[in-house]
């Protein structure tokens, strides 16, 4: 539409136009707040949060206090796990190249990574019934040996194969002596099934499991190369 120069002037301040009543300025504010109120109330509802799916690993039943007749008489302090900022969170990583992380918005973890995967490991070295106990350490606990870690990959790989790599080091000190006597490394690329996070989930779970047992296998190893008297 064309308007003449005239028509662009604004009337004089002050000046209603015929047929018009004077609106007070707060009455006008106000009709315009809830205007923008209202719009924002249907811009919310027609774009809903998409909702978040949550996943976890699987986690051995716990034995508890159940201890075979052969147990080593020790007690074991399995303590956390230091990693990176982004495996104490509950986002999934995928790696975007050699040098690039990102994670996904929608799909977490029920817990984050290294909480999950200390969980898994005290479970399954209770599960085994190999020693006399074994607790979270925590200031109240006393024990003869702690395991400690770090977590440096628990993420899905995007090469040529869709896969998820897990790596993982533990050692274990004699609170007696304060020397490291034992520790293992683990690290292996797990292939997943689909391209679908599902798929990405079940085989980092895989992939955890078994690492867990190669450190319970190897633990047994030590303990059975250096019997304690």
């Not at 702690?146 to 897990?166: H, N, P, Q």
């Not at 099934?193 to 798929?199: I, L, M």
Request: charged residues 25%; hydrophobic residues 35%.
């Amino acid at each position: 539409m064309n308007w003449a120069r005239g028509d662009m002037e604004l009337p004089e301040v002050g000046k209603v136009p015929p047929g018009h009543k004077k609106t007070s300025p707060g009455k006008s504010g106000r009709a315009l707040i809830t205007a923008v109120a209202l719009m924002v109330g249907w811009l919310s509802g027609c774009g809903a949060a998409r909702p978040s799916k949550y996943y976890q690993l699987t986690v051995p039943a716990d034995a508890g206090a159940i201890e075979k007749t052969d147990a080593v008489p020790v007690r074991l302090l399995l303590g956390g796990l230091m990693t990176s900022h982004l495996y104490r969170e509950d986002r999934i990583v995928y790696g975007n190249g050699p040098e690039q992380l990102g994670t996904y918005e929608y799909q977490r973890w029920a817990e984050p990574p290294a909480e999950m995967i200390q969980e898994v490991l005290l479970r399954e070295l209770r599960a085994t019934g190999h020693y006399r106990a074994v607790h979270m350490r925590r200031s109240n606990v006393t024990g003869d040996f702690a395991i400690r870690g770090r977590l440096y990959d628990f993420k899905e790989v995007d090469g040529g194969t869709m896969s998820t790599r897990v790596t993982l080091e533990l050692e274990m000190r004699d609170l007696k002596t304060g020397a490291t006597v034992w520790n293992h490394y683990y690290t292996h690329d797990e292939p997943a099934t689909g391209k679908d996070v599902p798929a990405i989930v079940a085989a980092l779970d895989k992939n955890v499991q078994r690492g867990v047992k190669e450190f319970v296998e190897s633990l047994d190893q030590y303990f059975a190369s250096h019997p304690i008297k």
